[in-house]
C-alpha cells in the first residue's frame, strides 16, 4: 500500500460550529451566453422568466469533485477521496490524532467539532464517550483517554453514513464554503476558488501569518483580484508566490509541488476553470483525470 503523504495540519483557533453556519446556494447555469442579435424585442414575462447566465463555480458538483480528488492526491496519494473516511493516524506534526477526508486533527479543535456534531445527530455512537478526552487533549498532541482503541473506534464509525455525512458536513462548512464564498467575492473562477480551498485546508484561517488570510493579505499587497479590476492570472500568480512562501516556513510543507507541478501547470495551460482532462503531479506522482 502506498504510504499517504500526510501533511502536518494546521487549525489552531477554528470558529466553532455553532457560530458559523455558511450555506452556498447553488446558482443555475446556462452553458452559452443569450443574445438577442436582431430579433424583436423580448416581452416584459419573457425577460422576467431568462435569468442571467452564470459562471460555474468550484461549488458546482462536477467541479467540487475534482477538487476532492486533487485534494486527495496531494493529502493521501490517492484520487479516491471517500477512501479517506476511515483514514486516522497520529503523523508526528505535534496536532494529535489527523483523521479523516480533510484530515481533522484531536489538537486543533475541528475533530472535536466533529465527534459532537456526530454525538448531536446519533446520540450514544461508538466515539461519543471520547468527547471528554477529546476537549481536553484540545489545543495539544495529547492522546490521553483516547488510547487504545480510538483508531479501531474511529474505523467503525467511517462504517456509519451519519458520521460520513457529518464528516462532509464539517469540510464544507469550516473550509469549502469558506474558501469558494472569499474566492466568487474576489471575482475568481473555479481554479481560483480551488487555490483558496487548498490553502485553508491545509494553513486554516486562524490570525497566524501563514494561515489563508494571511496569504491572500500577502498577495493582495502584489495585485488585485478581478473584483478589484486585475487581472485574473496576475493575481493567481501573486497568491501562489504567497502560499509558497507560507509552505516554506514549516518544514513538513517545503516540499511546494501540489502548487509548483499541480496549480501552476493549470494556470500556465490558462484552465481557469478546470476543464477535463487534467493531468499533474505532487510528490512526483503523476495523476490524471479524464
Not at 494561515?211 to 488585485?224: C, E, G, H, P, T
Request: one cysteine or more; proline letters at 6%.
Amino acid at each position: 500500500m502506498h504510504t499517504p503523504h500526510r501533511r502536518p495540519s494546521r487549525r489552531f483557533g477554528l470558529v466553532p460550529r455553532v457560530l458559523l453556519g455558511l450555506t452556498l446556494v447553488a446558482v443555475p447555469v446556462s452553458a452559452h451566453a443569450v443574445t438577442t442579435g436582431g430579433a424583436p424585442a423580448a416581452t416584459p414575462a419573457t425577460a422576467v422568466a431568462a435569468p442571467a447566465a452564470q459562471a460555474v463555480g468550484l461549488d458546482d458538483p462536477a467541479k467540487k469533485e475534482i477538487a476532492m480528488k486533487l485534494v486527495s492526491s496531494a493529502e493521501n496519494s490517492s484520487l479516491d477521496w471517500r477512501a479517506q473516511y476511515k483514514y486516522i493516524e497520529d503523523i508526528g506534526d505535534g496536532r494529535g490524532y489527523t483523521a479523516g477526508i480533510i484530515g481533522f486533527c484531536s489538537g486543533t479543535g475541528d475533530m472535536l467539532d466533529l465527534v459532537e456534531l456526530y454525538a448531536q445527530r446519533k446520540p450514544g455512537n461508538v466515539l461519543a464517550k471520547y468527547l471528554p478526552a477529546l476537549r481536553k487533549v484540545d489545543g495539544t498532541d495529547s492522546h490521553a483517554g483516547l488510547d487504545p482503541n480510538f483508531t479501531k473506534d474511529w474505523k467503525t464509525a467511517a462504517q456509519d453514513s451519519v458520521f460520513t455525512k457529518a464528516q462532509d458536513d464539517e469540510r464544507d462548512r469550516v473550509y469549502f464554503n469558506p474558501a469558494v464564498s472569499r474566492g466568487k467575492s474576489d471575482g475568481l473562477g473555479v481554479l481560483g476558488q480551488f487555490a483558496y480551498y487548498d490553502a485553508i485546508v491545509m494553513h486554516g484561517d486562524g490570525s497566524d501569518p501563514t494561515s489563508f488570510s494571511s496569504i491572500r493579505k500577502r498577495a493582495l499587497a502584489k495585485a488585485k483580484p478581478p473584483a478589484q479590476g486585475g487581472n485574473e492570472v496576475t493575481y493567481l500568480n501573486a497568491f501562489l508566490d504567497a502560499r509558497v512562501w507560507a509552505m516554506k516556513q514549516e518544514e513538513a510543507h517545503s516540499d511546494t509541488s501540489r502548487v509548483d507541478t499541480a496549480q501552476r501547470v493549470f494556470l500556465k495551460a490558462g484552465n481557469l476553470d478546470l476543464h477535463t482532462p487534467l493531468s499533474w503531479k505532487v510528490y512526483g506522482d503523476s495523476y490524471r483525470i479524464g
